[in-house]
């Protein structure tokens, strides 16, 4: 009989190693190497591995196409994330800080579904006793809500019986007797989301999986288990805040732009259907440094404050420093103020955030983040009811972006009176030149001149 061999995995990886690295030579992290015990499976006898011809190729025409029967969740802003409700046979993965709310936003979701489905919440980490102090704090009570503590897949599995909807609260607590390394290891986290994804497939169960986040915010584990899963989604917020913000980064039935916003509340998670004035601060035109877009977030369409700190360095090396805003855009787009704008910002700390914990990815927010950095630098307030978007290049031009329209629509429902837009989205957004005042500039200068930032 094969002796058990052990070999070490990387955590960031998966990197396989024979020995213990100080450096994966993969991903070029260190310390991320763990050991783990590797023990061969017995040979099988007699039995056919193969089963070649059985499967063979169908031409796109002939393939049938299915239709999405969505599931409403209970929570609008939950199912807006995942592109208009929950798909049959599907794995949702959420990740999140630990006591960001994770467990009680699948617990409420869970007892939602069980009014009219059977769901099974798998607590990993959690007495059951511990589930329903939970569920009786949020106030919530299902007859068709069964719940497990249990750790080994295995056992999972065969309590799964009819239920259509399960809960696995946490998947690194969750192990496979068909491994000997510990639960949470890249091997045991790979082949038990694996096996769930085959599970979800094939038996038309629907998964809610939640996953630990390392210190850098980023899921645990192999990157396998976000490839398998369908839709991937971040649960952020601060633990002294009662906002928090879902948001999705892969998702298979929808945009990956999407963003659902909650508030956290004695009786537990509800989603906010009124945000307007969530990412706007109330003393918006007051004070230099400010400035506002229309961000677009999949299939909607927020007014985010850019807001700036310009304060002169105490030290040689001038300081850089943003939330919410891409940290190399900062960079390019000081360089174009300092080039083609003549602003000089080489003996200045900057400071960059977008209110509310946004996320400003696109380049349509690079004309507001210019005007607010041109605000704070100069110390000239700009008018509270003045909004800008557009991608702003090296030459100092405003390129044109998607989505004018909304964005320009957004404005006006939001009652502003100016939106400053690229030259090249000016046409479409002439249906609305009666309703608010139009502005299309073709390089930053312009736009600094008009608001007299300069």
């Known amino acids: 009989m094969a002796k058990a061999t052990s070999q070490f995995v990387c955590n960031e990886c998966g990197y396989v190693s024979p020995r213990w690295l100080g450096k994966c030579p993969a991903c070029e992290k260190f310390n991320t190497f763990v050991e783990e015990v590797v023990a061969p499976m017995p040979a099988s006898k007699g039995i056919k591995t193969g089963t070649r011809g059985s499967v063979k190729a169908i031409p796109?025409?002939?393939?049938?196409?299915?239709?999405?029967s969505r599931v409403a969740s209970g929570m609008q802003e939950f199912d807006n994330v995942l592109g208009g409700g929950i798909v049959p046979a599907s794995l949702v993965l959420i990740g999140g800080d630990p006591g960001v709310g994770k467990s009680t936003l699948l617990t409420q979701i869970a007892a939602n579904l069980a009014k009219t489905q059977s769901v099974l919440y798998v607590s990993a980490e959690e007495s059951c006793a511990q589930v329903k102090l939970r569920c009786e704090r949020l106030g919530v009570t299902a007859e068709n809500l069964f719940l497990l503590n249990q750790t080994c897949l295995e056992d999972i599995i065969e309590n799964i019986g009819e239920h259509k909807f399960v809960v696995i609260d946490s998947i690194q607590a969750v192990y496979t007797e068909a491994l000997s390394s510990t639960a949470g290891s890249v091997g045991q986290v790979k082949e038990c989301a694996t096996r769930l994804m085959r599970l979800a497939k094939g038996m038309g169960i629907t998964f809610f999986i939640i996953g630990h986040v390392t210190k850098e915010g980023a899921l645990a584990g192999p990157k396998v288990l976000e490839h398998v899963m369908d839709t991937v989604l971040y649960f952020e917020g601060e633990g002294a805040e009662n906002f928090k913000i879902l948001r999705s980064v892969k998702n298979r039935f929808g945009s990956v732009q999407e963003v659902g916003v909650f508030e956290m509340g004695e009786q537990g998670v509800r989603g906010m259907s009124d945000y307007r004035e969530l990412?706007?601060?109330?003393?918006?035109?007051?004070?230099?440094?400010?400035?506002?877009?229309?961000?677009e977030t999949g299939n909607r369409c927020m007014m985010v404050e850019v807001q700036s700190l310009v304060a002169k360095t105490a030290y040689g090396m001038?300081?850089?420093m943003t939330l919410g805003v891409d940290y190399n855009k900062l960079i390019v787009l000081l360089a174009v103020l300092e080039k083609r704008c003549g602003l000089p910002f080489f003996s200045s700390d900057v400071?960059?955030?977008?209110?509310g914990g946004m996320k400003l990815s696109e380049p349509a927010a690079d004309l507001a983040v210019c005007a607010a950095l041109a605000s704070g630098g100069t110390g000239k307030v700009l008018d509270k009811d003045t909004a800008l978007f557009g991608e702003v290049g090296l030459t100092g031009e405003v390129r044109g972006v998607a989505f004018a329209e909304r964005r320009v629509n957004e404005c006006v429902k939001m009652g502003f009176r100016r939106v400053v837009v690229p030259m090249k989205n000016l046409p479409a957004c002439e249906k609305y030149r009666g309703k608010i005042e139009i502005v299309g500039v073709s390089y930053v200068n312009q736009m600094l001149k008009i608001l007299e930032l300069r």
């Open 351 to 355: 400071y960059c955030n977008a209110v």
């Open 279 to 295: 990412f706007l601060s109330q003393g918006r035109g007051q004070a230099a440094g400010s400035a506002v877009m229309p961000a």
């Open 60 to 68: 796109l025409h002939a393939v049938q196409q299915e239709k999405l």
């Open 318 to 320: 001038p300081r850089r």
